[in-house]
């Protein structure tokens, strides 16, 4: 019998070969938590009886949900993971280093055909990568980093496949923004999804990771981009699901004639062509996130915003994914046309995104933000909305002050 | 798990019950655990703190607790006194992690619980018996190592207890 990705990457490491439905109890590659998760990570840790993480080399902590931190009590458990890292010889990412899932990536803590077990729910952005990556909670991290070990049900596969190729100022995100709707935020729950097809094959590291990222917005386990087109700077062995693999549910969608997409509130599957939307008044606008906060995100909003200013009644805020994002846009110049345009810069990190600071918005306010969630209150005021679209939608929006198709400016 | 059976009455709410709505980003920083039942569903009913009794049922649609790996959602429910949640189904993480608490989660497809219905529960046999409206349901079994995982209390002291995991 064939197998799928998932089924294949579960095999390599629990020795024999299983399939969905199996429990299994497998070996990891990675595991880390954030400062959201982190510290009850510890907690647990100690509680469960651990001394010593399994493997100092693959665990990592990354402050980057409340990073620096905004009040007493965040500084606290800032040093609390200081503090533990120290003591466990584990690396952490300090402040303004990136958000956990760039970090993670750009240092190679995973790798195509892993397993990495991260406390976040955007750990399935690796499926750019070609790896297996699940979100958990902090006591099933803590178990892991004390076991090297997770269980889990062997998911089914859902496949996702997308012919055709995207047009000219049409992205990632407007892409997996359209399936997110398609599918909806609970159509693939406890699921894996594998995206192929054309559309796919040509996509960057980057623009894979934005569609892997959005697996969750879908209840996925994990979501595998095939790694047909995968570039890397490292040689890889690429992991292929078998032509006779088992899917539990087959998409087939024709993209090439995809329009932007926008996510209206207060849920990610709330998508429609941005024509719906144009014209919707806009308050603030946000480009950053494990979703588009990457150079071609800074660079394809910089396209936009050059020798403009944004609209007087916008304010913009960009979160670089990560330093390494910030230097590569100081260098090519994105982020000097963007600040000279008006946009304000903010430390890497998940900032806005998570409503803990760093621009929660006022009541009544309408936001467009490169993020992946909408829900309400996602940004600290449950008295706001938020509309989620691709950076170019992000950028021409906070040109112009409402909601407007960014293609314009893009061809 | 200590009370097996549970006799209390239903909160109940609609589909897609996001973490952000069962707590906000805002006030998961935190090890005090007690300042998370403050805020509790806080964005979807802010009188639930106020009317939630200690032992009381949470009752929702689909999809229970989408979005955030935040282990902080089960909590501030647990630390709310809530003592069992019945979904039509859940999330996958919160799923996990509410089992991995301690806090019992019953998936029940075909549920009609009305708000304020009162419930007996026998959660070892997975039985909800609506006395309300005098219907008997029966929640979709657990795998075995979340059975063994509930009944230790938790996965604390599942791996206190043994170690390690076990198949």
Redesign the interface.
């Known amino acids: 019998m064939g197998q799928t990705i998932s089924e294949k990457i579960i095999s390599k490491h629990v020795g024999k070969k299983v399939f969905a439905g199996e429990l299994v109890i497998s070996d990891v590659d990675g595991a880390m938590a954030s400062d959201t998760t982190g510290p009850l990570t510890i907690k647990a840790f100690h509680e469960m009886g651990g001394k010593k993480v399994f493997n100092p080399e693959k665990c990592a902590l990354i402050i980057d949900h409340a990073a620096p931190s905004p009040n007493e009590r965040i500084a606290n458990l800032h040093k609390m993971m200081r503090d533990f890292a120290k003591e466990q010889g584990i690396r952490l990412f300090e402040i303004g280093e990136g958000i956990c899932h760039q970090v993670m990536v750009e240092n190679q803590y995973v790798k195509p055909g892993d397993i990495f077990i991260g406390a976040d729910s955007h750990t399935p952005t690796y499926g750019a990568l070609n790896a297996f990556a699940c979100g958990v909670g902090s006591t099933d991290l803590a178990a892991t980093m004390m076991t090297g070990k997770i269980w889990l049900k062997v998911p089914q596969t859902i496949k996702i496949n997308c012919s055709g190729k995207l047009k000219e100022g049409v992205t990632a995100k407007d892409l997996i923004l359209f399936l997110v709707g398609k599918v909806t935020v609970s159509g693939a729950t406890y699921q894996a999804i594998e995206f192929s097809g054309e559309a796919f094959e040509g996509l960057s590291l980057a623009s894979r990771m934005t569609i892997a990222n959005m697996s969750s917005e879908m209840g996925a386990k994990t979501g595998i981009v095939h790694p047909k087109g995968l570039q890397l700077d490292y040689d890889f062995e690429a992991i292929t699901p078998d032509e006779h693999a088992n899917y539990v549910k087959v998409f087939d969608f024709d993209v090439s004639d995809l329009e932007p997409q926008v996510s209206a509130p207060e849920s990610p599957d709330n998508v429609h062509n941005i024509s719906a939307y144009e014209g919707t008044k806009i308050d603030y606008a946000f480009i950053g996130t494990c979703c588009n906060g990457r150079l071609e995100d800074l660079d394809i909003a910089a396209e936009i915003l050059k020798g403009k200013k944004i609209h007087p009644d916008v304010r913009m805020v960009i979160a670089p994914a990560s330093q390494s994002v910030l230097l590569d846009a100081m260098k090519n110049g994105s982020m000097s046309t963007l600040i000279e345009a008006g946009a304000s810069l903010i430390t890497s990190g998940c900032g806005p995104c998570v409503g803990t600071h760093q621009g929660v918005p006022a009541d009544g306010e309408v936001v467009i933000s490169a993020a992946n969630r909408n829900f309400r209150g996602r940004m600290g005021n449950p008295n706001s909305n938020i509309y989620l679209g691709a950076p170019s939608t992000v950028a021409a929006a906070a040109l112009e002050g409402y909601i407007v198709n960014p293609k314009k400016y893009l061809l | 798990m200590k009370a097996t059976t549970i006799h209390a009455k239903a909160h109940v709410y609609g589909d ?1 019950i ?1 973490t ?2 069962i707590i ?3 006030y ?4 005090d655990l007690s300042t998370l039942a403050d805020h509790v569903l806080e ?1 979807l009913d802010p009188n639930f703190n106020k009317i939630v009794q200690q032992g009381d049922i949470l009752v929702a649609g ?2 229970f607790g ?7 959602a089960p ?1 501030a429910l647990k630390q709310a006194g809530v003592s069992v949640v019945i979904a039509h ?5 919160f799923f ?2 509410a089992i ?2 301690g806090l019992p989660v019953l998936e029940i497809a075909d549920h009609n619980i009305q708000k304020g219905a009162e419930l007996d529960i026998d959660l070892k046999a997975g039985i909800v018996k609506d006395l309300s409206a005098n219907k008997v349901y029966s929640a979709t079994k657990l ?3 979340m059975i063994d995982i509930l009944n230790e209390g ?3 002291n599942y ?2 207890k043994h ?5």
């Open positions: 897609h996001d952000d709505r906000p980003g805002k998961t920083k935190t090890l964005d689909i999809n989408c979005g955030s790996s935040r282990e902080q909590l189904d859940f999330a996958r993480i996990r992690n991995n608490i795998p075995d190592i938790g996965l604390v791996l206190t170690g390690n995991y076990s198949l």
